[in-house]
């Protein structure tokens, strides 16, 4: 202890990590986003040791756990999405369990959680479907809700065309009907548009909202 060594009191690193029981941080602020940074990358990279070394770092560090659940529960669903949507529920039961149960324990399941995310197929079509969708909503002159997809549930919807014509896709033996659900200056656009990759590869195959897209080649993957 410092005040053992007598006076003046000279407090050492060793000192004020027994006073915290914490390891203290190894890096800096520059280290802290070099080292989350080679994380998530590795991660998007698919190489489960990398992850894992990068994770032990930061533990080592004294890293604050919660900081890299959350980047994992943001990378399931960038890099991962509906290739494997299983990895957002892996991820986000990983940061429930750093709150649950906390460090050291909750070691553990960060390190499943990182080895379940680098190991899952990648796809970030989630991530550009929402930046093209949300573009186009900033468009001038679109938004107009189709007539037959507005409220009905109220008196006087029918006379104003609310709900008029609307097909219910559970009255049509395959669960799909044909029908416009885009404003009238959106249709045609396509905003998701699903890889090869894990689960999205199946979802091509059957997808009635794929329609023609499948057909019509592959953007880059």
Known sequence: MATARGRPIHVTLDDAEGAVDAKAVRYGREGHYDVISAFIKSIRGSDAD??????????????????????????????????????????????????????????????????????????????????????????AGTGE????LRDAHYSGATSLGHGTDYRYPHDDPSGHVEQQYLPDEMVG?????????????????????????ADAGDRDV
Do not use: C
Not at 114 to 134: C, G
Not at 145 to 148: E, I, N
Not at 192 to 213: A, F, M, N, S
């Open 189 to 213: 656009r396509v905003f998701y548009d699903p890889t090869v990759h894990g689960r999205e590869g199946r979802l091509r195959q059957w997808w009635p909202g794929h329609r023609e897209v």
């Open 50 to 139: 990398a992850a894992v070394y990068w994770l032990a770092r930061m533990l080592e560090a004294g890293e604050d756990p919660r900081f890299i659940a959350r980047r994992m529960v943001i990378h399931a669903s960038e890099d991962i999405g509906m290739a494997d949507p299983q990895a957002l529920l892996v991820a986000t039961a990983a940061a429930q369990a750093v709150e649950f149960v906390g460090l050291p324990e909750a070691q553990l399941n960060l390190a499943q959680a990182a080895i379940h995310l680098a190991t899952s197929p990648k796809s970030n079509r989630v991530t550009q479907a929402i930046f093209e969708a949300k573009a186009a909503a900033r468009e």
């Open 145 to 148: 809700v189709p007539p037959h």
